[in-house]
């Protein structure tokens, strides 16, 4: 067994001062204050390692012409069987980046030009291969508000409204709801003349409430149109950025349905309509809700290896240090389904964690260590 020694270990659930974080191979054993055996090093403070829960990392690339860019498949506005990961490429610096500030994991989706962008891929931000990378799935990518609509140019048919946008994605639901029907009514030879398509599986899965989508949207009456959706269609959703989201009403109802958000990007420009009410003070109402929520970059619109940075403006609404720490980390874990795995220091977990110069939140602290799954990523 190993142990690192640290003044302050923030376990992702609260804050113990003068511990050793103890591990063996890939897991951590736990957390002690006695415990001395093979030491590897004293620090000022362990966090868990920091996931981003949205992020086109890997496919809009570091040092790469925007024309390269992968986030955005132009062929069609419903594309089911798109996989984030068919399109991420390991060699991206900005991976490299994201591992030295502590960002191992990311949730890597395809962009919000299309009405169904594609599959979600959570993965480790330092394996050497996408295939090794993969953790697990994370919802299918949709988009609602301006992004789809301002796509009208691109190939296949397309929304120049929200109300097109909303019709094509009604269309395709209806289409596979009464196939699905149908086939439940059949019987014997009339049910195996019945076949779905790929396609058709993946929007079954939505509707059978097995795939989330993953909804980018902006705008308070954006989430509107989702919700009706969801009412519609009993299907469940994730709701992604909420960054012009200015009246806590739609906090509070989405709190009430048990929706989750993925906020932000806190710190990127507001560069179009639907941004036109984006500020920091927004997150009061995020708070107030008491609705479940992690914290994305959306890199490259903001840099992954900048996650931590983000956190600052929820301190100044009145989170402490341990649950900024939580938001990106056990949080951001749970909204993915992968905290059986990630997001806390405690035992049974893998061994993924930062080890910092000094307080974290101090401009001036870096992370001397960053281990992944037990092994030494980055050392400074």
């Known amino acids: 067994m190993k142990a690192i020694f640290a003044k302050t270990i923030y376990t992702g659930k609260k804050k113990i001062s003068d511990a050793y974080l103890v591990f063996d191979h890939r897991k951590i054993i736990g957390v002690s204050t006695t415990e001395k055996c093979d030491l590897r090093g004293k620090f000022s403070v362990i966090t868990p390692a920091f996931v981003d829960a949205h992020s086109h990392i890997g496919m809009a690339r570091a040092g790469e012409p925007s024309e390269q860019g992968e986030a955005n498949d132009q062929s069609d506005a419903?594309?089911?069987l798109a996989d984030a990961?068919?399109?991420?490429q390991m060699d991206d610096s900005a991976l490299r980046d994201a591992v030295e500030m502590g960002v191992l994991y990311s949730c890597v989706v395809p962009g919000s030009g299309n009405i169904i962008g594609g599959?979600?891929?959570v993965i480790r931000n330092y394996a050497n291969t996408s295939t090794n990378a993969l953790i697990t799935r994370a919802g299918l990518k949709a988009a609602f508000g301006f992004n789809p609509m301002k796509t009208n140019n691109w190939k296949g048919k397309r929304p120049t409204t929200r109300m097109?946008?909303?019709?094509?994605?009604?269309s395709k639901l209806d289409d596979v709801q009464q196939k699905v029907r149908k086939y439940r009514k059949a019987k014997g030879s009339k049910k195996q003349e019945i076949t779905f398509t790929a396609e058709e599986k993946v929007l079954q899965d939505v509707l059978a409430r097995k795939t989330r989508l993953r909804a980018h949207v902006h705008k308070i009456d954006d989430i509107a149109a989702l919700l009706r959706l969801v009412d519609d269609y009993k299907i469940?959703?994730?709701v992604d950025h909420a960054m012009d989201v200015h009246q806590p009403q739609i906090f509070q109802e989405l709190m009430r349905r048990k929706i989750p958000v993925v906020y932000g990007p806190i710190d990127s420009f507001a560069y179009k309509v639907e941004l036109?009410?984006?500020?920091w003070r927004n997150i009061r109402h995020l708070i107030a809700s008491k609705v479940e929520f992690g914290l994305m970059t959306d890199h490259p619109v903001t840099l992954a290896r900048q996650l931590l940075l983000q956190t600052r403006w929820f301190m100044r609404a009145g989170l402490s240090k341990q649950e900024a720490i939580e938001l990106?980390?056990?949080k951001n874990s749970q909204i993915l389904g992968i905290d059986d795995r990630i997001g806390t220091i405690e035992k049974g977990?893998?061994?993924s964690f930062i080890c910092w110069s000094g307080d974290p939140f101090d401009l001036t602290s870096y992370p001397l260590a960053v281990y992944g799954e037990g092994q030494l990523l980055f050392s400074d």
Not at 85 to 88: E, F, K, Q, T
């Open 78 to 80: 419903i594309l089911t």
């Open 85 to 88: 990961l068919d399109s991420v």
């Open 119 to 121: 599959n979600s891929a």
């Open 164 to 170: 097109g946008a909303l019709a094509i994605l009604r």
């Open 236 to 238: 469940r959703v994730v």
């Open 276 to 279: 036109k009410h984006e500020n």
């Open 328 to 330: 990106i980390s056990r």
């Open 349 to 351: 977990k893998w061994a």
